[in-house]
């Protein structure tokens, strides 16, 4: 529902919609404004109670609405064999899919490539143990500001016994 302000604000809100009762729903038409209604429960109405036919009846055989048969490629075809598979291979893959959950994805001892110790280089790891104690440390981006009055009063006055 929409006001008829001069600027259209909902009457409800989202969550007021949602928080409806299970009894109450907002009407929507085409071209109209949105309606507030209270839903019909034609089971419960004492009106329409008495217009409630109780279900069919389902029995064997044919429904005079069914529609005709169609013929069918389907229905005359014989059931293929299902090929027989070894015991021994099937109380195998039977094991294996059980333990892991499914198919085996992992390859064999065979197909692993070996470690070769000779293609690691040893001296790459010595390098991790050197210090770089020799390296002069790097200014800081910002000096103490406190040293830097101490410098600029040091400057100021030339006879207080602090050489620049």
């Known amino acids: 529902m929409v006001s008829r302000q001069e600027t259209a604000r909902p009457l409800l809100t ?5 928080q409806l009762p299970p009894d109450d729903a907002v009407v929507m038409v085409s071209s109209m404004a949105p309606i507030k ?26 429904y005079a609405d069914a529609p005709p048969l169609r013929p069918d490629d389907w229905s005359g075809l014989a059931i293929p ?3 027989a598979a070894p015991a021994a291979d099937a109380a195998e893959g039977f094991r294996a899919s059980a333990d892991d959950g499914g198919p085996r994805r992992q390859p064999e001892l065979t197909e692993a490539v070996a470690y070769d ?13 050197d210090d770089d104690d020799d390296l002069p440390l790097p200014l800081p981006r910002q000096l103490d500001p406190a040293m830097q009055r101490t410098a600029r009063l040091a400057s100021l006055d030339p006879n207080d016994g602090i050489e620049l």
């Open 14 to 18: 989202p969550g007021e919609v949602m």
């Open 37 to 62: 209604a209270r839903k019909l429960r034609y089971y419960a109405d004492a009106n329409f109670k008495q217009r409630v036919l109780p279900p069919p009846e389902l029995a064997d055989g044919r």
């Open 81 to 83: 064999a299902v090929p």
């Open 117 to 129: 110790p000779e293609l690691a280089a040893p001296a790459a790891d010595l390098g991790l143990l």
